[in-house]
């Protein structure tokens, strides 16, 4: 798990994490990107803001989460703070397991819970102002996909 | 009981600061009671902390509810809902 001001490398991290283990026989990876358009408003630029301590520990907290909960190898979360362009890569989640459908579900879930629980805030430069992204209730309804039923 | 006070994000624009040191009155106890005395100072404080606000809180950077109680020394952080990812 990183939080960085520096871009990374899809590739050179999925080398790096499936490096020497044979019984991987699925990655899978999201990456998320700054776009240059959001609700209709043209975006020049994105500054990320995170609270350091609680950011990495809560982001620890969903990767043992997902390893608690699917059969999965190893992850790699890295997360961008800073300011960011159009283009920009973001935030990346690698997940690696023996077969694709553990894989696929904890990455989903990460992504998930890493927007909805993770202390990072967007704000938005506009040409000519300012402004902090609000958090959106779909992403609060993804995240809530994966509640356990009460048993 | 003194504590260790951080804003964030909006909040920390909207309040103007990013941390302060704390000396609570006795009555203060638990989030609830915190974010009512940081709303009776006033401006922006009164509206951002309003009820029906939405914001976070943070005790040792651990999510808190209203009922949680503060401790001596403890790290608390006040915050608008994540947006990351």
Known sequence: MRVQSEDFDLGAEITRLRAGNA???????????????????????MTLEHYPGMTERSIEAIIHSAKARWNIYDVLVIHRVGRLLPCDQIVLVIVTSAHRGDA?????????????????????????????VDARQSDDAAAARWEKPAT | MRIRLLYFARLREALGTNSEDADLPDGVKDVAGLTEWLGARGGAWTTELAAGRAY???????????ETRLSEGAEVAIFPPVTGG
């Open chain 1, 23 to 45: 019984k991987i026989g699925a990655v899978a990876s999201f990456i998320g990107l700054v776009r240059d358009l959001n609700d209709g408003d043209a975006v020049a630029s």
């Open chain 2, 56 to 66: 976070r809180v943070a005790i040792n950077q651990e999510m808190a509810n209203a």
């Open chain 1, 104 to 132: 696929f579900a904890a990455c989903e879930f990460l992504m998930d819970y890493l927007k909805t629980r993770a202390p990072f805030w967007k704000k938005e430069e506009l040409p000519g102002s300012a402004r902090w």
